[in-house]
């Protein structure tokens, strides 16, 4: 005998659509066409459960056409930072979680940690993310300029602007990390960018970086 015969029939006016339904499924697929997830399964999972904690879901805000195996792009940091921005640390494991959640692959997060030579677990997020920026190009001056392009909150096509004191945490950062940048070349960018920042309601970006009296954040173009 089939199974079907012993199934309950119900009629239309039975079956109940819950009404935020047909919104959710919505917003679910157009987030997925933006981010193209390596894992579906694996990403729809984290989707929902930072919904369901009202954290920011791993989502781009467009669609960008990588390989299978996605190395980081800017829209990959801009999706970590609304995540993660407003916490100094992130645990590396988290850090890993969201990192594969977004379709990146863990080798390249795992050469970023080494080059960043953390001393414990807990990551200090902005430091990371100065470390991102930087696989993003070459260079420090391609590095500052893609952070100013991911933290601003200029409309997009806008100026870029950032905070002068983010600016300045995260290049004293990489600075550090790059032995072609000295201490006085960082001093007379600060300064430099301390008056632009002046005429700028504190803020600083790509615009000012390429200012001909502005000093050369490091080797290579501007």
């Keep these: 005998m089939s199974s079907k015969a012993s199934e309950p029939m119900y009629t239309a ?3 109940r659509i819950p009404p935020e339904l047909p919104r959710v499924l919505k917003d679910f697929t157009k987030s997925a066409v933006r981010t193209q997830p390596t894992d579906l399964l694996a990403w729809a999972s984290a989707y929902f459960q930072a919904l369901e904690k009202g954290e920011r879901p791993p989502v781009k805000e467009r669609l960008e056409l990588l390989g299978v195996e996605k190395t980081v792009s800017r829209e990959n940091l801009a999706v970590l930072e609304r995540q993660i921005g407003d916490r100094e640390f992130i645990h590396v494991d988290e850090l890993e979680r969201k990192w594969v959640e977004i379709g990146c692959i863990k080798d390249q997060l ?3 940690l080494r080059v960043g030579n953390f001393p414990d677990d807990n ?5 990371f993310f100065a470390l991102a920026c930087s696989s993003l190009g070459v260079g420090v001056s391609s590095a500052m ?10 409309d997009p096509g806008g100026s870029a602007r950032i905070p002068l004191d983010v600016f300045m945490k995260l290049y004293r950062y990489l600075a550090l990390l790059d032995r072609d940048v000295g201490q006085e070349q960082v001093e007379a960018v600060e300064v430099f960018l301390a008056e632009q920042a002046k ?3 504190g803020l600083v970006g790509p615009r000012n970086l390429g200012h001909h009296d502005c ?4 080797p290579g173009p501007r």
């Design 199 to 201: 005429q700028g309601a």
């Design 145 to 154: 300029h893609n952070a100013c392009r991911i933290l601003t909150r200029d």
């Design 13 to 15: 006016e039975q079956i």
């Design 123 to 127: 990551i200090p997020w902005l430091q």
């Design 110 to 112: 795992h050469d970023l």
């Design 215 to 218: 000093p050369r954040l490091g």
